[in-house]
């Protein structure tokens, strides 16, 4: 098995983190994974993408002309990505950031309102861990327990009081993505 | 075994704890895109408090390679990185180490230039490390990580070999390879050498008159043009027992190639995704990875020109290594360079397209 994410956005959304994460639970796993962040003259409100690829073999290229999933956090990201992703393959798309819809016909297309939850919950730093949660839930690269773990793992002590939020995030995302 | 933990870190972070693990006894560094984090994570990991190794931001890239000359001068485990920019700066320093036979360790993490270019990965700095980028007859021993853990295994092999061969060693990375995180297992804790370790190791260096040696005295200097002939015939005879004993590299899905890629760094990793699509569609190609671009593996390119038809040099410059590549097969088959610039990195499938319409 090799899953290769390219997960897009805006500055600030928490794109890197959430690649992050994603990576750091499929190490946990025993799996071989690769973080390449578009790195850039970084600001608030920027562009943001990294590519993350969970792999049972070593990884060739952390460098992409296609990816087998794509979630896109803006409409920039969509128009970048959705032509690159690979027949058969995935996008996920999150309703706020997102006016004009894929309209690729050879994909999945999957939306999730991840931006509303997330005001909805009062939890508007966890978005990121809202729009994982509808990932794992088509997509299952990694488990939740391993997601839980890699939160322990990366984050600050003084942070892991928020653990059961963010797990209450993934969980919400895993309820309100919806194919189309 | 705690040293035996699987982390998963950045490049430059990599070689940060590397440094520390491997008894480096001073870093002197000056923060750029996209190495800064190297500094950053000895910032953080304050060694100072634990091995006590030196960790010093000095006001330039200039006054940072200087003082690694200074540190080298007394046979400690001194290093400097920076990324292209900084690493011109530091090109005077480098050639008087060369000259002064010292060893230490410089970190290239490329990005595109030329002049300040931008802060995107790039190789562009090939010719600058492996052709001497300051003045005079000179090589340093230059390593290219593929991967984070290269990034980690390298620096105390540079260190080894500097230390060695009494020459300045060059990790030349690439902004991609410093930014990106992979799963990487940090060598064990080396402590750093004691006083009488350094005395016995390095005779050489400037460790203090104890008892009535002779005085050590290390300089590039030497007017008389007969003396200065002598040391660079035998600074130039260390470097063919380099070339003879220390090129490294790796052979990828070379065995019933009917094609080559040569690539190093990030550029070998994106050769090895192409190389899956090619053979996907029924073209046998393969690897070669120097892993040493100084001392380059030109026997083992020379033996690849009566195997297959065709070499691609892939990097991600305008077309330098190349040079090394034709210079070892000597006309014997057609030797093509693809790459992109200014901090655009090639994709896996213009590679191909690229094998395809080259050959």
């Not at chain 1, 996920?92 to 297309?109: A, F, L, M, S, V």
């Not at chain 2, 980690?152 to 030349?172: C, G, K, S």
Request: net charge negative; with cysteine; hydrophobic share 40%.
């Amino acid at each position: 098995m090799t899953e290769e994410i390219i997960i897009a956005g805006f500055g600030g959304q928490g794109v890197l983190s959430m690649g992050k994460i994603l990576a750091y639970a499929g190490l946990m796993e025993g799996k071989e994974v690769t973080w390449m962040p578009a790195y850039g003259p970084e600001q608030r409100g920027g562009t943001a993408n990294v590519t993350v690829i969970v792999s049972d073999d070593p990884v060739s290229s952390p460098i992409l002309s296609s990816y087998d999933t794509a979630i896109v956090l803006n409409q920039p990201s969509l128009e970048k990505f959705e032509p690159k992703v690979k027949p058969g393959g995935v996008i996920i798309y999150d309703g706020y950031g997102i006016n004009e819809p894929p309209t690729r016909k050879d994909i999945d297309i999957y939306r999730i309102d991840a931006m509303d939850a997330a005001a909805e919950m009062n939890l508007i730093k966890t978005f990121n861990m809202i729009v994982l949660g509808g990932l794992l839930k088509i997509h299952p690269v990694v488990g939740i327990e391993s997601v839980l773990a890699a939160l322990r793992k990366t984050l600050p002590e003084r942070h892991h009081h928020l653990i059961p939020k963010n797990e209450e995030a993934i969980r919400k995302g895993m309820e309100i993505i919806r194919k189309l | 075994m705690a040293d035996q933990e699987i982390t998963l870190m950045k490049g430059n972070e990599a070689i940060a704890h590397a440094a520390i693990r491997c008894g480096c006894d001073g870093y002197f560094g000056y923060p750029i895109t996209p190495q800064s984090e190297v500094l950053e994570t000895l910032a953080e990991q304050k060694p100072w408090e634990t091995t006590g190794m030196v960790v010093l931001q000095a006001e330039s890239e200039v006054s940072s390679i200087n003082m690694v000359y200074g540190g080298a001068c007394t046979g400690k485990k001194v290093m400097t990185s920076s990324s292209s920019p900084g690493v011109s700066l530091m090109q005077e320093g480098i050639s008087y180490m060369a000259g002064a036979e010292l060893p230490a360790l410089i970190v290239n993490v490329m990005r595109g230039g030329p002049g300040l270019g931008t802060i995107q990965p790039s190789q562009s700095d090939y010719f600058q490390a492996c052709k001497g980028g300051g003045h005079g007859d000179y090589h340093l021993i230059v390593l290219a990580p593929a991967s984070v853990q290269e990034m980690a295994d390298f620096v105390d092999l540079a260190f080894t070999l500097a230390f060695r061969y009494r020459n300045p060693a060059m990790i030349l990375a690439d902004g991609a390879i410093g930014q990106m995180m992979e799963k990487v297992v940090l060598p064990p804790f080396k402590p750093r050498r004691t006083e009488e370790e350094i005395i016995k190791e390095c005779p050489w260096a400037t460790t203090g008159r104890i008892g009535g040696r002779k005085p050590n005295i290390i300089t590039s200097l030497e007017l008389r043009s007969e003396e200065m002939e002598v040391i660079n015939l035998r600074i130039q005879a260390k470097y063919r027992e380099i070339e003879a004993k220390e090129v490294r590299y790796e052979e990828f899905m070379l065995d019933d190639a009917e094609y080559a890629i040569v690539a190093f760094g990030s550029a070998a990793r994106i050769a090895k995704k192409s190389i899956e699509i090619a053979r996907s569609q029924g073209i046998k190609v393969g690897l070669l990875r120097p892993i040493t671009l100084w001392p380059f593996p030109t026997e083992e390119v020379k033996a690849l020109a009566g195997r297959v038809k065709g070499i691609l040099s892939l990097e991600i410059n305008a077309g330098q290594m190349v040079e090394d590549i034709r210079l070892a097969v000597e006309g014997k088959v057609p030797v093509r360079h693809f790459g992109r610039l200014g901090g655009i990195i090639p994709d896996p499938d213009e590679v191909v397209e690229v094998l395809k319409s080259s050959f």
